[in-house]
């Protein structure tokens, strides 16, 4: 059954302290996406604002703000925001739906979204992306973060909750597809085994890719 974006919102206001005690140092143990990270904040520093999507209570947002980038963050569940703005006060926080980005067009250098696509549809994916690539200007970069994998796993449990979600895997053939018929060109894919002891043992995959310089500019892999 599709997931609403009022129903995972919901269900992550219900867990947002134990969310936060769980992920808010999770970098410390990833040293891939550290350093993928690190490149992305380098190729969008000075360019202009970027955002991170799915921000939860900011880990991802005060690593790249850390390094250089002009950034701020965006989750869909408001205790999370409110997590994330203890946690972090001098970085600027906001709640909204990546699904309809209370963003201009063509306003943003970069956008980042670290597993933030986990609860969605295919269809909704491609709505996503599609709203990633109207924020961006042209030359605006993208580094998504998801699990490898085929279908969905449900639990009716959550960090110790009583919650009912599903997560969803995703191929990164198909992401990068869907990256490309959003109109995303130079479509760079990236995967790593999972960490050991530290997170939940599937593979993961990283994607960067950007907005076309020019109209007319060819899509496809870099």
Do not use: N, W
């Not at 209570?57 to 205790?79: E, I, K, M, N, Y």
């Not at 933030?116 to 993208?142: F, K, N, Q, T, Y």
């Amino acid at each position: 059954m599709e997931q609403t974006s009022d129903h995972i919102r919901a269900c992550y206001d219900a867990v947002a302290r134990e969310y936060a005690e769980r992920f808010a140092d999770e970098l410390t143990h990833k040293p891939l996406d550290r350093e993928l990270l690190s490149r992305f904040a380098s190729e969008v520093s000075g360019r202009g604002e970027v955002y991170d999507l799915g921000c939860g209570p900011g880990q991802t947002t005060a690593f790249l703000h850390a390094r250089g980038a002009s950034v701020r963050g965006l989750d869909l569940s408001a205790d999370l925001v409110c997590e994330a703005r203890q946690r972090h006060p001098d970085i600027e926080f906001e709640q909204g739906d990546m699904l309809a980005l209370p963003l201009a067009d063509d306003s943003l250098a970069g956008v980042v979204a670290f597993y933030a696509i986990v609860h969605l549809s295919p269809a909704r994916l491609r709505r996503a992306l599609e709203e990633m690539h109207r924020v961006l200007r042209p030359g605006g970069r993208l580094l998504m973060a998801f699990h490898i994998g085929k279908g969905s796993i449900h639990v009716d449990e959550f960090l110790g909750r009583p919650i009912s979600l599903d997560f969803v895997f995703f191929s990164p053939q198909d992401v990068a597809s869907e990256l490309i018929q959003a109109g995303f060109v130079a479509v760079e894919t990236i995967e790593r085994d999972p960490y050991a002891e530290v997170e939940y043992p599937s593979r993961r995959a990283y994607l960067f890719a950007r907005k076309p310089e020019r109209h007319g500019e060819a899509s496809g892999p870099a």
